[in-house]
């Protein structure tokens, strides 16, 4: 048998890895296909607020009924300061009805599972979220203009690093659905299915 | 290593145990890349910049020393690369387990199942129980091939 040289065979292997590992990712679709440089905001705790805005919903649990009447004139100004703020499932049914955009960060095929009806899918772990965020941008959307994001409630934290996103390109009135969408179902408030926002 | 712990027959078969695990792991990591890096992000120990870099070839690194040990090209290369991504993955786990921050393993791709916060707990203590007997068996491929090392290491 053959004696073996560590180094030589190391380098090898990593080698034969590193070049299947970049022709797997040329040839993956979207889904899978991901950019050799990442660029994601390491994990943070939500911006600390001396005195959150009067839009923003405390971190308290949201009772589970539809927004009241009482809501209906409830403002969500702009935060050019913070990246994000949290907010409840109440605001968010708000903003829905007002016609807030709303962008799903979870991955599309969860996505397709069952979203937020109206929602668009803006996974920020798959190779064109950037390519989306600049899309957004390039749509000439008033950046001022709320933006809801959401992913799986809990410890997720893929909203969060899309509301860096979107801050980051400009928009400042970025809003994270802090319970997600486990907390949308709860509520029995409307859910699509499919590619189709 | 001598006497039955360093036994061909012996060898031969942890060779395809260490070879099995670590095909099956990459295979589900390779068919979710993002999915992958989501799960190393959520680890808080690399930086942002390599998550994808990682995500992308570790588990390409993790398949061909499997199928090297699998078919005997360079095991001993082979098994000191997978003896060093297991002490990576019981420090990172470790780390984590230490800051109380639940991650999900990641050691077979993307879990889908939802955890609560002990759970996760528990199961990486599992994974590190899991990474330190395929480390043993790492062990034993290297001391049982010991005559076969050449130059360098």
Redesign the interface.
């Known amino acids: 048998?053959?004696?073996?040289?560590?180094?030589?065979?190391?380098v090898?292997?990593?080698a034969?890895?590193?070049a299947?590992?970049?022709v797997?990712?040329l040839a993956?679709g979207p889904?899978?296909?991901?950019?050799?440089?990442?660029?994601?905001?390491?994990?943070a705790p939500p911006p600390s607020s001396k005195e959150p805005p009067a839009a923003a919903a405390s971190a308290a649990p949201a009772p589970a009924i539809s927004p009241s009447a009482g809501d209906a004139g409830k403002a969500f100004p702009p935060h050019p300061d913070k990246p994000w703020l949290e907010i409840s499932g109440d605001d968010v049914a708000l903003l829905r009805d007002r016609g807030a955009l709303i962008l799903d960060a979870r991955?599309s095929s969860v996505y397709r599972d069952g979203h937020i009806a109206g929602a668009r899918s803006l996974?920020v772990?798959?190779?064109d979220a950037d390519d989306k965020v600049r899309g957004l941008f390039a749509e000439g959307r008033d950046q001022s203009a709320p933006v809801v994001v959401y992913c799986s409630g809990g410890?997720c934290?893929?909203s969060h690093m899309l509301a860096e996103k979107l801050y980051r390109v400009g928009f400042d009135d970025v809003l994270v659905y802090k319970d997600g969408f486990p907390d949308w179902q709860r509520r029995n408030l409307p859910v699509a299915k499919g590619d189709a926002p | 290593m001598s006497g039955p712990l360093s036994s061909p027959w012996l060898t031969i078969r942890v060779q395809f145990v260490l070879a099995a695990v670590f095909v099956v792991a990459a295979v589900g990591k390779?068919?979710?890349?993002?999915?992958f890096?989501?799960e190393i992000?959520?680890y808080?120990l690399v930086p942002?910049?390599?998550?994808?870099?990682m995500?992308?070839?570790l588990?390409?690194?993790e398949?061909?020393?499997g199928l090297?040990l699998f078919v005997g090209l360079?095991?001993?290369?082979?098994a000191?690369?997978l003896g060093v991504l297991l002490v990576v993955f019981v420090i990172a786990l470790g780390i984590n387990l230490a800051r109380k921050r639940?991650v999900d393993c990641g050691c077979f791709g993307t879990s889908k199942v939802e955890k609560t916060?002990e759970e996760r707990l528990r199961d990486m203590k599992w994974a590190i129980a899991r990474d330190a007997g395929l480390l043993l068996l790492v062990g034993q491929v290297l001391g049982a091939t010991r005559r076969?090392?050449?130059?360098?290491?």
């Open positions: 048998m053959r004696r073996e040289s560590f180094w030589r065979d190391a090898a292997l990593v034969l890895s590193v299947a590992a970049a797997s990712n993956a889904e899978r296909k991901l950019r050799w440089v990442g660029s994601y905001a390491e994990a991955r996974s772990w798959e190779a410890e934290e893929d | 390779i068919a979710d890349p993002p999915g890096a989501h992000h959520n808080a942002g910049v390599a998550v994808n870099a995500a992308i070839a588990p390409w690194l398949l061909i020393c090297a360079a095991r001993r290369s082979a000191r690369i639940p916060t076969d090392a050449g130059s360098g290491l």
